[in-house]
């Protein structure tokens, strides 16, 4: 009896949960850009087939209607780097309008630091995750920024160090391990983060 008079609402439950995010029609590439999806004059990072352009394009669709924006992000970072038409270069910037930000338990394919070091560019404004510890703490009026030891939560592992600024003042204690939450970004050509929240608990033991 309890199972099945909670079926309806499970099933909506589900239905509500797989049902599109937003609606993707004005995003649809016309014949022409499908048929000229390649930019021939130019040097670039990537150097894509028509049917990589059309299908990387798809996925960041794909992705964001599964509310998985940093894996779409990658793939419109990987269209902008390439010889994609200007056309669906535009079409995948005005996607990106559309991601929204996550929450500690809400991000999607969070990318480890090794992954993004050896390929920055591919992942910039991409969301993540990380442990690690606070240095050289640098607080104003309004900002907050700080040196992140990535991986040095435990103090055994030391992965990189990344500057973080936070466009808000919040405690920051050196002397303990921290989850970062924070967009990637580029300063001087060098990744960075931008902060969004911090979780602190104990001591590293």
Known sequence: FL?????PRAIAS?????????????????????????????????????????????AAQKYFQQYRDNAAQVEINRLLLS??????????RLLMTYFSEPGFDS???????????DDPDLYLDCWVVWKG??????????????????GYDTRNTLEGILPVTFDTVLPVDIDKPLQLLAKITSENGKIALKGKAIYQSGKPE
């Open 3 to 7: 199972a099945v008079a909670f079926l």
């Open 14 to 58: 589900r239905q509500k949960a797989l049902a599109p995010r937003a609606d993707l029609s004005s995003f649809a590439l016309d014949s022409d850009e499908r048929s000229s999806s390649v930019d021939l004059d130019g040097s670039f990072r990537y150097v894509l087939t028509q049917k990589d352009i059309l299908n990387g394009y798809s």
């Open 83 to 92: 010889n994609a038409t200007v056309s669906i270069k535009q079409k995948a």
């Open 107 to 117: 991000i999607q394919d969070n990318y480890p630091y090794s992954r993004v070091r």
């Open 133 to 150: 510890m606070a240095a050289n703490v640098s607080t104003t009026e309004n900002t907050v920024r700080f040196d992140f030891l990535v």
